[in-house]
C-alpha cells in the first residue's frame, strides 16, 4: 500500500484592499502597456518593410475610420480599458505571467471577435498583434505588482 503525499498549493489571489486600488494601479500599467505592447508588431514592420504606423492607422478603425491620431485615442482608451480590469482581476501572486495569460485572452476577443470585423484590423499580421497584447498583459502585470509592493 501506497500513501499519497497532497501539499497544498496555494493559488489565493489576494485581491487590492479594495476594488478602487486594483483600478487605479491597472490604468496606471495600462498606460504603461498601452506605450510599450506595440514594440512586437513594430519590430515586424520594421524586419519585414511593412509601415510602422500600419497598426496604429488600422486602430483608428474603431473609431470610425483608419488613421494615425484616431488610432492613438483608440488605443489609449482600450489600453486603459483592459489595464483598470485587469488590476482588479490579476492575482497578487504570479502577476506578470497571469497578466501575459490575460493578455492571450484579450488577444482573442480583440483580435477574434471585434478585429475580424474590421477589415483594416483583420488584415495586421496576426502574429505580431498577438504578441502586442501579451507583451501589453504582461506588462501591466509587472506594473501592478511593482505597485502593490
Partial sequence: MHAVVQEDLEFEAE??????????DGL??????????????????LVTGGGVLTAARAAGALLGKPGVARGVVAHAGVSLGWGAVLGVVLPRRHTVAAGAVAGLA??????GVVGRRIPEIAALPLVPQILDHVLFGAVVG????????
Fill in 106 to 111: 484579450i488577444a482573442a476577443l480583440d483580435l
Fill in 142 to 149: 509587472a506594473t501592478v505588482a511593482a505597485l502593490a509592493d
Fill in 28 to 45: 496606471v500599467g495600462g498606460v504603461v502597456g498601452g506605450l510599450v505592447s506595440g514594440a512586437p508588431s513594430t519590430v515586424h514592420a
Fill in 15 to 24: 485581491a487590492p484592499v479594495n476594488a478602487w486600488d486594483g483600478v487605479r
